[in-house]
Every structure is written in C-alpha cells, then in structure tokens.
C-alpha cells in the first residue's frame, strides 16, 4: 500500500510539473518526481527482502519439524522390528520384518 500511494505522490508531482509554468518549476518538479520514484524503488526492494526472510524462516521451520517428526517415525519402526511386529522395517538395515502366516 506503501508503494503505491508514493507513486501516485510522485505521478502527481510529475503531472504538476508538466503543468508548473516556468522552466525552473518544471526542473524542480522533474526533481521531485525523480526523488518519489527512488524512494518508492527503496521501499519495494525493502518489502521484497521482508517477503523472502519471513518465507525463509517459514521454511527453516518445516525443514526442522520435519526432521523431528522423521526421528520420531524411525525410533518407532526400529522399536516395532526389534519387538518383530509384522511389517515394520528395522531402519538400520532397511529389512522389513516379514508378515506371520
């Protein structure tokens, strides 16, 4: 929202200029135009770079409880092989224990 009000702001302050009557209202006007496009420029990179740490961090989560939750899945399984419950893969062997016929 930031973004787009500073760049009406400096729409305006360029439709001002081409309106503005001596040459040096239009440079100065031209200068302010000039100065609003920047800054909007600055505030969209400085918004971009919000987006990508708060995505990273998000990320960073996932990867994290991921790697718990996989912990948690393969002391189950090596437990459940180690006590032979049919079906369960002893994760330290990759050796599924067989079904019982």
Known sequence: MRIRTLTIAAASVLALGAAACTQAEQQKAEANAEAAGDKAADVAAQTGEVV??????????????????????????????????????????????????
């Open 52 to 101: 990508e740490s708060g995505a990273m961090k998000a990320a960073q989560a996932v990867e994290e409880g991921a790697g718990k939750v996989a912990d948690k899945l393969e002391d189950n399984q090596a437990e459940a092989a180690a006590e032979g419950r049919p079906g369960a893969v002893d994760p330290a062997t990759d050796t599924r224990v067989p079904a019982k016929n």
